[in-house]
Nanobody, 118 residues
Framework: VQLQASGGGVVQAGGSLRVSCLAS????????IGWYRQAPGSQRELVAL???????DYADSVKGRFTISRDSAKNTVYLQMNNLKPEDTAVYYC?????????????WGQGTLVTVSS
């Protein structure tokens, strides 16, 4: 499985942005897929994750503002980010959990930078 993230950029506080993650390869093996972020000087943290049953988990800091969705026909996961705040500034990474021969693999895409100006 390979992941390609896109859609980052610069936006003013209160604005919106959507990032996308295109999965390729053995996408049938993916059991969950989502987004993490890492701000300068901080640890990488979970932002949102969608499971194979379409259940989604969100970090408390983004609940009500961010929405994760999946287009299975396009093998793409989206993260719609509304009412962005300067503290949302980070590199956003796409992550997928894939199970192959009963072994779980964590796959990371390249990051995409989101900058929220005040």
């Amino acid at each position: 499985v390979q992941l390609q993230a896109s859609g980052g950029g610069v936006v003013q506080a209160g604005g919106s942005l959507r990032v996308s993650c295109l999965a390729s390869g053995s996408t049938f093996s993916i059991v969950d897929i989502g987004w993490y972020r890492q701000a300068p000087g901080s640890q990488r943290e979970l932002v949102a994750l969608i499971h194979s049953g379409e259940r989604a988990d969100y970090a408390d800091s983004v609940k009500g503002r961010f929405t994760i969705s999946r287009d299975s026909a396009k093998n793409t996961v989206y993260l719609q980010m509304n009412n962005l705040k300067p503290e949302d500034t980070a590199v956003y990474y796409c992550n997928a959990g894939a199970v192959i021969s009963d072994i779980r693999y964590d796959i990371w895409g390249q990051g995409t930078l989101v900058t929220v100006s005040s």
